[in-house]
């Protein structure tokens, strides 16, 4: 059996294919790059990151950080020997990262140029003609309740005429976004969730025509579960013939959380989860039977020792990633560097060279060895959460020498770059350039700073801090070496490694 969710993580609006024995997946990143992470499995269950879809973005606008915009729900099919993934950004419109090789480059393209088009699938039929189908973002152009469909070049290059509306649900009221087109046994079906990310649900159309028109029917919903919103994901079918669908829940603090459900037909149309209240609708299941047994049990990288040429693919930069953010020795350790940020006050919301992660568990210890090496005062190396408030401790060379700080943010408008403001919550004086930091995050959705000279006993510093969700994503964890006071500077934060601890089991009754 295997338990729900597969993933404390926030790998959010996922998608999923099968070629031959192996699982793909991709989610969103938003701000977060390299963006688009692509999952791989053998089971459904068990999950390793392999590569990013989209290194970097091409606009100048992603140099710096932009909050709630960026990568948004992707999709990933595989056709005729390539993987294609469709990649919305909602201010620039439709892209396609595509490779012949999972694990390697993915070339990028643009297919459309728009604002608020959104979560975009595409569909070979087989006529050889190709579609896209498609949402639309309320931010970006005031619709949120139309699916629309438009024919496109086979090769994802261009498209083909004009879009079509298939789907309005205005009279109905619900957010419609999220579309995935399959055909199935001469039915063409769009899975897609409604009612919004916390309160959603997920619903089916079905035509026999690719145009429609389409019929309607909730396929999926809480009922009597504490899964809240269950939606948003992928249809895939096994080896064995059985059928899956992976969904994300909404968790708030931690992001989208993902989910695995059985799935089948039932007089023509998908029927997720388990029936509970005879409704015919399904629920999500807290356990099932696993996909594929004897399988191997990967894992999701956490803890580094910066050994190698290149980053972890658990790290993601809070903007287009670059070399004059960070080396590696080689033989262990991460140098990020001391920069400065020119153009807002140096605080860590604005950082495109903050170095983060997506937590893996509800409750965690991340703990970090730093050596600071800075002749300027102001400089920093650091460990914190970023969200909505935010907290972070560094060790910073200051006037009266070096000191242990604790700065907490909070951010007023949470859209692109933002408002944010920052105060200092406590100081302490050390006397040394080399520190231990350590942060614990607790179920109650607390996470607090402690410090250590020699790695053993530690010492907190400031209180709780409040765990608060960024824009469209969950907390994440950073590293971060900066100038505080905004002046040019060669010092860097030498981080030797960190080690992270899943504490969920531990702290089960806390």
Not at 122 to 141: I, L, T
Not at 234 to 263: C, S
Request: charged content about 20%.
């Amino acid at each position: 059996m295997y338990q729900n969710p597969i993933l404390y993580a926030d790998y959010s609006d996922p998608d999923v294919i099968r070629v031959g024995e192996d699982y793909y997946m991709v989610a969103s990143s938003f701000t977060y790059l390299p963006g688009v992470p692509l999952l791989h499995s053998k089971d459904l269950v068990h999950w390793e990151i392999i590569n990013y879809c989209v290194p970097s973005l091409p606009f100048k606008k992603y140099d710096r950080p932009s909050h709630g915009s960026g990568t948004w729900a992707p999709s990933i099919r595989y056709h005729e020997g390539t993987f294609y993934v469709f990649v919305p950004l909602p201010d620039e419109g439709i892209f396609v990262a595509r490779s012949e090789d999972p694990y390697g480059e993915f070339q990028l393209n643009c297919i459309q140029e728009a604002k608020g088009w959104i979560d975009p699938c595409p569909f070979w039929d087989e006529d050889g003609k190709a579609y896209m189908v498609f949402a639309y973002a309320r931010s970006r152009c005031g619709i949120k309740h139309r699916l629309a469909m438009v024919e496109i070049d086979p090769q994802c290059r261009k498209l083909l005429g004009e879009p079509k509306v298939i789907f309005d649900g205005e009279q109905m009221g619900p957010t419609t976004e999220g579309p995935k087109m399959y055909k199935y046994e001469g039915w063409y079906y769009i899975l897609m969730p409604s009612g919004g990310v916390a309160t959603g649900w997920q619903s089916a159309l079905r035509s026999k025509q690719v145009w429609g028109p389409y019929e309607y029917k909730i396929v999926m919903h809480q009922g009597n579960t504490e899964v809240n919103g269950p939606h948003q994901g992928g249809w895939v079918t096994g080896v064995d013939g059985r059928h899956w669908f992976v969904h994300f829940q909404d968790v708030i603090e931690l992001g989208r959380i993902t989910h695995l459900q059985p799935m089948c037909f039932n007089e023509g149309w998908p029927f997720i989860g388990s029936e509970q209240n005879g409704d015919g609708i399904g629920e999500p299941v807290k356990e099932w039977h696993l996909p594929a047994e004897g399988q191997p049990c990967y894992e999701i990288a956490q803890s580094d020792d910066f050994k190698g040429e290149k980053l972890g693919l658990q790290w993601q930069w809070q903007a287009n990633p670059k070399e004059v953010y960070y080396s590696l020795k080689g033989d262990g350790g991460l140098r990020l560097n001391c920069l400065s940020n020119d153009t807002r006050d140096n605080l860590l919301w604005y950082a495109p060279n903050a170095l983060t992660q997506i937590p893996q568990h509800r409750a965690l210890s991340v703990v970090t060895k730093i050596r600071l090496q800075g002749e300027k005062e102001g400089d920093m190396a650091a460990v914190g959460m970023i969200g909505h408030r935010y907290a972070y401790l560094g060790l910073q060379k200051t006037e009266e020498g070096n000191q242990l700080v604790l700065y907490s943010g909070v951010v007023t408008n949470k859209e692109y770059e933002g408002e944010a403001e920052e105060t200092v919550e406590a100081v302490c004086p050390y006397d040394q350039d080399t520190v231990y930091l350590r942060m614990e995050l607790f179920p109650n959705k607390v996470y607090r700073f402690a410090w250590s000279s020699d790695g053993i006993r530690f010492t907190d510093i400031g209180g709780n801090q409040p765990l608060f969700r960024a824009t469209w994503t969950g907390a994440k964890l950073c590293l971060w070496s900066a100038n505080k006071n905004n002046v040019i500077s060669e010092g860097y934060g030498e981080y030797e490694f960190v080690h992270i601890e899943d504490r969920s089991r531990s702290q089960e009754n806390l």
